[in-house]
């Protein structure tokens, strides 16, 4: 269930969850993503080894940035 945040009326104005997506999205440089997608060929879903190689970044971050934009579910 996604959090929302609503006005006083009750109107839902913006869900937390895509605002936490698109915010992702835009937060990883060319760079990073570039450097995950290749990481991920090499070391599949070892986040830990990945985020070892992205200073700043945790492995749940990168697992996060991942599974947002290369879902499989549509």
Same mark, same amino acid.
């Given at each position: ?5 609503? %006005? %006083? ?6 869900? /937390? ?6 915010? +992702? *999205?835009?937060?990883? /440089? !060319?760079?990073?993503?570039? +450097? =995950?997608?290749?990481?991920?060929? +090499?070391?599949? *879903? ?7 190689? =992205?200073?700043?970044? #945790?492995? !749940?971050? =990168? !697992? *996060?940035?991942?599974?947002? =934009?290369?879902? #499989? /579910?549509?």
């Amino acid at each position: 269930m996604a959090d929302t945040e609503q %006005s %006083s009326n009750g109107d839902h104005i913006v869900a /937390s969850q895509e605002v936490t997506s698109e915010r +992702l *999205k835009h937060d990883f /440089s !060319e760079d990073e993503e570039t +450097l =995950i997608r290749r990481m991920y060929d +090499l070391l599949g *879903k070892r986040w830990h080894l990945i985020a070892g190689r =992205i200073p700043g970044r #945790t492995a !749940e971050e =990168i !697992e *996060k940035y991942w599974n947002t =934009i290369y879902s #499989t /579910s549509a």
